[in-house]
């Protein structure tokens, strides 16, 4: 494929943002944690099972106390506990702790539903060796996008991100796509309980904004993001629909500045994520003639 001109935005000196906490804890005050059933010390021992499966390298007792900020000895309890159970590992030198792959037997249940996990995979597989880029499919989780299948494609993206990763919702080609095709008082909501914060100096942060960008969005069918989330990196995503016609997920191609702007990329891709987010909506048997629902 021919390379492109770089954006101007790409002389920006600001780099790309740390990704210093990949998996968001769950939204402290959302429904459910104020009631007499909310059973606090399981949501403990997820938290202290999220913060060692996201760490890039096993992590000692201190170390996670001080990112779950709870104390030593309850810390301890937990992970002894999850090691006990086959969810973590303890290293006999270092003393430090690690998942283990029995963590990947949680999300069978939600992989395997509707065949979501495969047909997309093999759907991106084809598209991305045809078109040489990287492609991923995401779905929203509370206030983030957590990528699910991913394809890289011969030329090297600015971003190196893998299945299991998430990016907020806000920041991100797929949340900005999934977000505008939500019901409006849901989307807000979605924002209201953001954390929001510039990560490049075209990160969008105000929520009258991102709900005036709605409509167009929808009229498109597709979301372009030109460095919203990281310096160097496009991302074009669209929805994906399920067979009741509500949000399955998002599709979306992730490529450099280096090599595209976001108009040639637009021209250029948008048509080809279009396409992907089509039949894997039909493959989950979505109807669009019968939803009203742009795919």
Known sequence: MATRKT?????????????????????????????????????????????????????????VAK????????VQRFLHTLTALGYLRQDPKTRCYSVTPYVLGLAQGFLGRDGLQSKASELLRIASLECGETLNFTVLEKTSVLYLVRHTGRHAVSVELSVGSRLPVYSSAPGRAMLAFMDPAEAQLVLERSEMKPFTPYTQLSIEKFLASFPATRRLGYYVSDQEGFIGDISIAAPVFHHGGGLAGAVNVAVSTSRWTARDAEAALAPIVLSIAKKLSAALGHDAATSGAVS
Not at 10 to 38: I, K, Q, W, Y
Not at 68 to 73: A, E, K, Q, V, Y
């Open 7 to 63: 954006s101007d935005r790409s002389d920006s000196s600001m780099t790309t943002r740390p990704d210093a906490d990949p998996t968001p804890a769950p939204g402290v005050g959302e429904p459910g944690r104020e009631s007499s059933l909310f059973v606090a010390s399981v949501a403990k021992a997820f938290d202290v099972l999220r913060i060692v499966s996201a760490a890039p390298e096993p992590l000692g007792l201190t170390e």
């Open 67 to 74: 990112l779950t900020h709870m104390g030593r000895s309850a």
